[in-house]
């Protein structure tokens, strides 16, 4: 079983890459956000690399322990690059940290 390898030292297990809908043996192809805005009052705007025909859902955290989804913050990816964005964050504290979920649709 090598579902808890990383045979291509990008950081992320095998089992990951294969429900991220990513290729475990390429180090570039990986679900990475790479980019962030978020002003503290709710708004904000998430980017990250997506596989078309993968459903992402962006969520939020204060203290990387307690994970709340955003509402309306899902998308199904038509290409590599996928964004979401909105008005609707259930907190606005100094820090902010994101993680996007992603599944089958």
């Keep these: 079983d090598d579902s808890t390898l990383d045979n291509d ?3 992320e297990d095998n089992l990951s890459e294969f429900h991220a809908g990513t290729d475990p043996q390429d180090a570039a192809s990986l679900l990475q956000i790479l980019k962030v805005n978020a002003d503290g ?3 904000y705007e998430v980017g990250f690399s997506s596989v078309a025909g993968r ?3 962006l969520q939020v955290s204060g203290d990387l322990e307690n994970w709340s989804d955003v509402a309306g913050a899902e998308a199904l990816a038509l ?3 996928t964004g979401l964005s909105g008005t609707n964050l259930p907190l606005a504290p100094e820090k902010a940290y994101f993680r996007v979920i992603t599944s089958r649709p």
Excluded: E
């Design 41 to 43: 009052t709710g708004n």
């Design 55 to 57: 459903l992402y859902r």
């Design 79 to 81: 290409g590599p690059l």
């Design 9 to 11: 030292g990008d950081g």
